[in-house]
């Protein structure tokens, strides 16, 4: 059955049409997800900070899903991000933390966008 059919019988879906920056910021939690898992399997940090990498990767697959939970998980994750990376680099003097922040920063403005919000279900 076509999407056109399924929709005449009431079990059609609307289409979703994903923003390029979101897919994006899905995948960079991905990306935190794997490095927090090499992380614990290496042993450099605790077995605990799986949750962490479960958070990550549900709060990724719900915005690729443009939900609003997952919007909030990844608006919360990209937050505490960025002040972790500012503080860090407050401390080291560390040019990499100072970049991790304001990517982070920067994922967090394109998410309060009004054209974001707007999408999410």
Do not use: C
Request: charged share 10%.
């Amino acid at each position: 059955m076509n999407g056109e059919a399924q929709g005449e019988h009431g079990g059609g879906h609307k289409k979703i049409q994903l923003l390029p920056g979101m897919a994006a910021i899905s995948l960079y939690m991905l990306v935190l997800a794997g490095i927090n898992i090499l992380g614990v399997v290496g042993g450099q940090v605790r077995p605990a900070y799986l949750v962490f990498s479960a958070v990550f990767i549900a709060a990724s697959l719900g915005l690729l899903r443009q939900l609003r939970w997952a919007w909030a998980m990844t608006l919360a994750a990209v937050v505490l991000l960025a002040g972790l990376f500012f503080w860090r680099f407050a401390g080291a003097h560390d040019v990499a933390f100072a970049l991790q922040g304001l990517l982070n920063l920067v994922f967090f403005l394109y998410l309060v966008r009004t054209e974001v919000r707007v999408r999410l279900r």
